[in-house]
């Protein structure tokens, strides 16, 4: 296939770019189809059901983190055995990841329909939008057996090195996500109901779309001939359930967060909902190079060149934190242009996700800490050790400050300060994880 890339020779960092690049784009359209959620929903709804949306963002990343963060199980899979050169084990990795796919899209769909209710009260979403935040929750639900299948079937696409049509997938189920978005809400007045069900039919197009060019791949795929391999859901759980735990501890503290911004009131909840769609491009931006990094690990740990992991991560960090330095400022120098995008004319809106953009957007690059080191972990099958850092250090540390430390000082600026200080503090806890790993896989090796 012309559009794959070779990782296990060469130069790394141009092979990486031709790799990451796609991923970026891709991973940055998946993201704005909730920012095109938010933008026309405020312009074309209300500041309410700008929240309602803004407040149930997290919640909503805690599931679709969980299938990205299981995904990486059948990345790492598949890149190991591309690594070794075993074409039949590549397909019935395929095979199993399309099955486990399915039945936990359909299994976590019905749960999250069902506990968006008590979740919503849970997380103390203002009175004013929380059933609309319900209501939005219970329709994006609908679409979790597409968006589990979507995050599978392109981990095995990235796993033979593939970037570029998953990108294809995404760029016309976005165009579809954003012209759906328009109609129900400006026109048919559906408001939030609109949006997600925009998103769930664009979900829907992006899988049909991908399972065609997978079935159009040297894996194989065929929906006839699919089989179930328990050796194989074996080592993609190994690897896939530690990091999808990550995803989601990675979503529990930002929900954690979410209550203490809500306590601020219903302009709050917006202020912030502008805001994220900004950090969330940026996250995603970031973590594609990681998810570079751990396919790059995985297929030259299949090919036996251990001495090319280090030089992989130190490659990584540099296009990360440049890419992430490079956004990060670009989006706080129109920030004002973004704000008014979503909130035109509110003011106590306005001013919120400006003390946002400030504390996190700006110094989003040291988020890099954590992502990259984190990316070389999972492609060396270490998502345990990956699992425990981000437990303890993301989600413990912003517990401590919202118990401890918050309540002597309950404003915007010093929560929002929690953000950027977790990100340095599980950083160096995972370099730290990292050189530990290295060191006794030089001496098993030896």
């Not at 997290?58 to 990486?72: Q, S």
């Not at 006839?224 to 690897?239: E, N, V, Y």
Request: aromatic share 10%; net charge positive.
């Amino acid at each position: 296939m012309k559009n794959k890339v070779d990782m296990i020779n060469g130069r790394l960092f141009p092979q990486m770019m031709k790799f990451a690049v796609p991923l970026i784009l891709s991973s940055i359209l998946q993201t704005l189809y909730n920012a095109a959620d938010s933008l026309i929903v405020g312009r074309y709804g209300s500041s309410n059901a700008l929240g309602a949306v803004g407040s149930v963002g997290p919640i909503v990343n805690t599931l679709v983190n969980l299938f990205m963060g299981l995904a990486i199980g059948t990345n790492v899979a598949v890149a190991r055995y591309r690594g070794e050169g075993n074409g039949k084990m590549v397909k019935k990795t395929s095979d199993t990841a399309v099955i486990i796919a399915l039945v936990s899209g359909i299994v976590v769909g019905i749960l999250g329909f069902f506990i968006a209710r008590p979740v919503a009260y849970l997380v103390k979403i203002d009175a004013e939008i929380i059933e609309m935040s319900i209501l939005y929750m219970q329709i994006y639900f609908l679409g979790m057996p597409f968006i589990a299948l979507y995050n599978f079937i392109s981990a095995t696409m990235r796993g033979i090195g593939d970037t570029k049509n998953p990108m294809i997938s995404l760029v016309i189920s976005g165009a579809i996500n954003v012209v759906l978005n328009i109609i129900f809400v400006k026109y048919f007045f559906m408001g939030v109901a609109g949006v997600a069900l925009a998103t769930v039919i664009s979900q829907i197009v992006g899988f049909l779309i991908i399972l065609h060019m997978l079935r159009k791949s040297d894996v194989g795929f065929s929906i006839k001939g699919i089989s179930f391999d328990k050796k194989i859901f074996k080592f993609t759980a190994r690897i896939g359930i530690p990091a999808g735990i990550q995803g989601i501890t990675f979503s529990i503290s930002n929900t954690i967060m979410i209550s203490s911004i809500n306590s601020f009131g219903a302009a709050a909840a917006a202020g912030h909902s502008v805001e994220s769609q900004v950090e969330n491009i940026l996250y995603v931006a970031i973590n594609s190079i990681a998810q570079t990094v751990t396919t790059f690990t995985s297929q030259n740990i299949g090919a036996r060149k251990i001495r090319r992991i280090t030089p992989i991560m130190l490659c990584g960090f540099a296009i990360a934190i440049t890419e992430g330095v490079l956004l990060s400022s670009i989006a706080y120098l129109f920030k004002d242009a973004i704000i008014a995008m979503f909130a035109p004319g509110d003011a106590a809106v306005a001013s919120f996700a400006v003390v946002k953009f400030k504390y996190v957007v700006l110094p989003y690059f040291v988020i890099s800490m954590i992502e990259i080191p984190s990316g070389t972990l999972r492609g060396m099958g270490a998502t345990v050790v990956s699992m425990l850092m981000s437990l303890l250090g993301v989600c413990g540390f912003r517990l401590l400050w919202l118990l401890v430390l918050f309540p002597m000082n309950r404003t915007p600026e010093f929560l929002f300060t929690a953000y950027p200080a977790s990100w340095f503090v599980t950083g160096c806890m995972y370099i730290i994880a990292y050189i530990i790993l290295r060191k006794r896989m030089n001496t098993n090796n030896g």
